[in-house]
């Protein structure tokens, strides 16, 4: 399916009636998914929830916390038929305007150490390699290692 030919895009607050569809995303994308209940559990803790929507279609969320003066991304996936189109760069660029927004002064975020492009795209939103969390991800084998990342907000107020 190719964005080009598609509707305009929007982000918008996630919200429940929204989690179905969201949870059927991340089942779609990620081996080892949330289910719907973390994302309500997401939600009622107040986190920050957005979603990326193509008129009633989900093409992505991302969901963040905040922390006194930090933010964690929380999880960020884009439906496998339309990667690779911007989309995930769009949400990150988002959740990171917003975090800058709410006086955040940095956002951390692990990811898995073979997901070499969730790091590339990290790489290019100024996010740098602070650490490594072992075992940190299920994966096929047992458990894979995490990378971890920050980056400053002071360049992403609007």
Same mark, same amino acid.
């Given at each position: ?70 933010? !964690?991304? @929380?999880?960020? =996936?884009? #439906?496998?038929?339309? $990667? +690779?189109?911007? *989309? ?5 660029? !988002?959740? @990171?305007?917003? =975090?800058? #927004?709410?006086?955040? $002064? +940095?956002?951390? *975020? ?49």
């Amino acid at each position: 399916m190719a964005l080009s030919a598609l509707p305009p895009t929007e982000i918008a607050v996630m919200r429940p009636p929204d989690l179905p569809q969201v949870a059927a995303l991340e089942a779609a994308a990620q081996a080892f998914p949330w289910r719907e209940r973390h994302f309500a559990d997401s939600l009622d803790a107040g986190h920050r929830a957005w979603v990326l929507w193509q008129g009633v279609q989900c093409l992505g969320f991302t969901l963040s916390a905040h922390f006194v003066d930090e933010a !964690h991304l @929380l999880n960020l =996936a884009v #439906a496998p038929a339309v $990667q +690779r189109q911007g *989309l995930g760069a769009k949400l990150l660029r !988002h959740v @990171l305007q917003d =975090a800058a #927004a709410a006086d955040m $002064q +940095r956002m951390y *975020l692990e990811t898995r150490a073979s997901n070499q492009r969730a790091r590339t795209l990290y790489h290019a939103f100024g996010f740098q390699e602070i650490g490594l969390r072992k075992a940190y991800y299920p994966n096929d084998n047992g458990r894979e290692d995490a990378l971890v990342f920050c980056a400053r907000l002071d360049n992403w107020k609007e």
